[in-house]
């Protein structure tokens, strides 16, 4: 079955400063990755998706990319903000199976 | 209808006790998914149903746990005899999927069990 491995596992930035963090994938055959936030206590939310059709999408201060031969995508968030602050998990999906979700990434946004 | 709701929020009991739990989705969702959190982890997939079909469980689940969608609405969560390893957060989400396609998935808040 598919199985998702996201990095770094923490991630602290200056405020302004850029974020990235990266999943990779096994399975060749997924082609939805969505990105959840998910704040302390909180339910996960849907920030940002990519299908596999498309390399790039953006959406104000976060992008995504994916990469299909290297079976790997990037969460891009710039000009961060205290409220960025969070645990952000990628996920991926092959057809209309479940999404497997990442090992997730704390990030802290320093003042 | 606002989203996911689940119910209850928080559930204390002691172990060797049953809990159940209770999941609405979004009413045009025909898809429902249970997952289970623990801390500093994603999302563990237990298991799903397309309206009352229950398509897939995960190996990790044990006998203890089942999970009913009786008539395609509302979804329950039952384990069975609780041990302090079943406490964690379990999260419910809904989609609406068509044969082939991906869409995304609405969470609820969670029940956060804890087993003592």
């Known amino acids: 079955g598919e199985n998702v491995e996201q990095h770094p596992s923490t991630l602290s930035v200056q405020e302004g400063d850029s974020a990235v963090i990266k999943c990779t994938y096994s399975d060749s055959a997924s082609n939805y990755f969505p990105w959840y936030k998910q704040e302390l206590g909180k339910r996960p939310q849907l920030i940002i998706d990519?299908?596999?059709?498309?390399g790039e999408k953006k959406d104000q201060r976060i992008a995504v990319t994916l990469n299909k031969t290297a079976k790997h995508f990037s969460l891009h968030i710039t000009e961060t903000q205290p409220e960025d602050s969070a645990v952000y998990f990628c996920a991926a999906i092959k057809g209309a199976q479940k999404l497997v979700f990442g090992q997730g990434t704390r990030l802290t946004i320093n003042p | 209808d606002t989203g996911v709701s689940q119910d209850p929020r928080h559930k204390i009991t002691k172990r060797g006790q049953n809990v159940t739990f209770r999941c609405d989705p979004i009413?045009?969702?025909?898809?429902l998914y249970w997952y289970r959190q623990t801390l500093g982890q994603g999302p563990e997939f237990l298991t799903y149903f397309q309206n009352e079909a229950q398509l897939e469980k995960s190996r990790l689940l044990s006998d203890r746990f089942s999970a009913e969608r009786p008539k395609g609405s509302f979804s329950t969560l039952e384990i069975q005899r609780t041990e302090q390893g079943d406490s964690a957060m379990y999260l419910c989400a809904s989609s609406f999927q068509t044969g082939g396609g991906e869409g995304g998935y609405t969470f609820g808040s969670g029940t956060r069990l804890t087993v003592v």
């Open positions: 009413s045009e969702h025909n898809r």
């Open positions: 990519i299908r596999s059709n498309v």
